[in-house]
């Protein structure tokens, strides 16, 4: 934990009052704060999340994670308050296609079919097909007959989707600052070290990486093939928040983080006194506007479907 142990339990106490009184769950990504993570009625990676967030008969969300993420859960359940709590944990990736961007390419290939990260903002998904998440990329490309299919906004998901289909896809620019950070040098010099460790990556990592690794998936992906391996020592190629789970997991196993910099600074934004102070107040709240809603809610549930 980043705060002591004794700060941590009156917090957690003050959280689980708050959170019967207001009828809220709280859910958090894989990258948040070890702390977050054990406060949470349910952690997860994108995918899990925004089926719990369609599932949940809670009055009240409390979303650790970044805005895209409250986002879908306020677009899947318009009834209920979704608290974010630190409205500025952003993701640069999202950010990295805005929605006229996204129509002046749609005007330039007529017909073209958009798969959407969901690391997008609900304007974006409004004006895209299908959604997808790191762990269902694949399927989703899969479901789409025709030749021009547009990946926005990551690069690297991507291209590695394409590959695997054996389909060529058109990928916009974006990318994971944080899983930028990572290079095949950084890979080399843990293997080094421990030469029999197996390297587990996110598809949100360059291609150098992904050409090296052992295998490669979403947050939950990665989690489970530690869990199913026989082999008992990683080295960990995504944001440094997922080896709490990682150790909790296979408490007996080893993980090396491949390098240092894997940290996400939006995921590390949400404390737990930002989120009882969200409890308390109610605020800050992710809503969305009804006519982007409608339309963003359909791209997420055609994914949701499949
Ligand atoms: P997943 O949990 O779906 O692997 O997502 C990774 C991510 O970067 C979320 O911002
Ligand atoms: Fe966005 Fe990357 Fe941070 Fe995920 S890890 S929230 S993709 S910047």
Same mark, same amino acid.
Request: proline residues 4%; aromatic residues 6%; glycine residues 4%.
């Given at each position: ?33 070890p702390e977050i993570q054990d406060i949470a009625d349910f952690v997860g990676d994108s ?43 952003? #993701? ?11 129509? $002046?390419? +749609? *005007?330039?290939? /007529?017909?073209?079919? &958009? ?40 690069e690297n998901l991507g291209r590695y989707a394409a590959k695997i289909l054996g389909r ?7 990318? #994971? ?11 080399? $010099?843990? +293997? *080094?070290?421990? /030469?029999?460790?197996? &390297? ?107």
């Amino acid at each position: 934990y980043s705060i002591s142990r004794d700060l941590f339990e009156s917090l957690a106490r003050e959280i689980e009052e708050l959170k019967k009184e207001r009828n809220a769950v709280i859910l958090a990504h894989y990258y948040q704060r070890p702390e977050i993570q054990d406060i949470a009625d349910f952690v997860g990676d994108s995918l899990q999340l925004s089926q719990q967030a369609a599932d949940t008969d809670a009055e009240v969300i409390v979303f650790c994670g970044v805005h895209f993420m409250a986002e879908s859960a306020a677009l899947l359940s318009p009834d209920k308050v979704v608290i974010l709590p630190e409205l500025n944990a952003g #993701c640069p990736m999202a950010d990295m296609v805005d929605v006229e961007g996204l129509r $002046a390419y +749609k *005007k330039r290939v /007529p017909g073209v079919q &958009v798969v959407c990260y969901v690391n997008s903002s609900a304007e974006v998904k409004a004006e895209s097909d299908i959604c997808c998440t790191s762990s269902n990329a694949v399927k989703v490309v899969q479901s789409l007959a025709g030749e021009d299919i547009l990946f926005i906004p990551d690069e690297n998901l991507g291209r590695y989707a394409a590959k695997i289909l054996g389909r060529s896809l058109q990928l916009w620019p974006g990318y #994971c600052k944080t899983h930028h950070r990572l290079t095949k040098d950084d890979i080399e $010099a843990v +293997k *080094k070290e421990h /030469p029999l460790a197996e &390297v587990i990556v996110h598809p949100e990592c360059r291609e150098e990486i992904c050409q090296v690794a052992d295998y490669i998936g979403s947050t939950a992906g990665l989690i489970n093939y530690a869990k199913n391996s026989e082999n008992q020592e990683f080295i960990v190629g995504t944001e440094s928040g997922i080896l709490h789970q990682l150790h909790k997991v296979c408490p007996e196993k080893k993980f090396y983080l491949a390098s240092e910099r894997l940290v996400c600074p939006n995921m590390k934004m949400t404390t737990l006194e930002k989120v009882r102070d969200g409890l308390k107040t109610l605020s800050p709240r992710v809503t969305v506007e009804e006519d982007i809603r409608v339309k963003a809610k359909a791209t997420l549930e055609r994914m949701l479907a499949l």
